[in-house]
């Protein structure tokens, strides 16, 4: 099969919207505890005080918007693709500038079983198995695109040996 059955996927810090939404709440929450008065930080009437929650509050905020700034900035990605030369499905997570990260490799022939896992409370798990049953490392929801059911039928299109398991 050619590269184009399965489109490559490949998302980074700077393009993955919950690294700009920690960095948006961590600077709220730094903004508005320098805006606020720690000695004026009382109830209306004047009998609960909780001075140390501004400087608390501010504190976490700044943690919150560096860790996610120096991710975006460190910028690792994620992703998968068919390796034109092998035919082999790559992905990877963590993955700073070409190299590194944790990655993997699977012909599709090899592979037996897609697991899509569907949670209410989270976004969807997926784990990846060859033949032998044994789950595949660093492969999950976060190296293919979202709707995984769609990406997963199309591999299964190209290789019908594929069983794609859906858990409610």
Not at 48 to 69: D, T
Not at 143 to 162: G, N, S, T
Request: charged share 25%.
């Amino acid at each position: 099969m050619t590269g184009s059955a399965i489109p490559s996927y490949r998302r980074s810090a700077r393009t993955d919207w919950r690294m700009w939404l920690l960095l948006s709440v961590g600077l709220i929450f730094f903004g508005t505890a320098s805006a606020i008065d720690p000695a004026e930080n009382c109830s209306e009437d004047g009998r609960e005080c909780a001075p140390w929650l501004v400087p608390l509050a501010g504190g976490f905020g700044a943690l919150i918007a560096l860790g996610a700034g120096l991710n975006m900035l460190a910028n690792p990605n994620r992703g998968s693709l068919l390796d034109p030369a092998t035919g082999d499905l790559v992905w990877w997570q963590g993955r700073i500038g070409a190299a590194g990260g944790d990655e993997g490799r699977i012909h599709p022939s090899r592979i037996g079983r897609l697991r899509i896992v569907r949670q209410d409370e989270s976004d969807d798990a997926v784990h990846l198995y060859d033949l032998e049953g044994n789950r595949l490392f660093w492969f999950s929801e976060e190296v293919i695109p979202w709707p995984y059911d769609r990406w997963a039928e199309r591999l299964a299109a190209h290789w019908p040996h594929i069983e794609i398991e859906r858990i409610d």
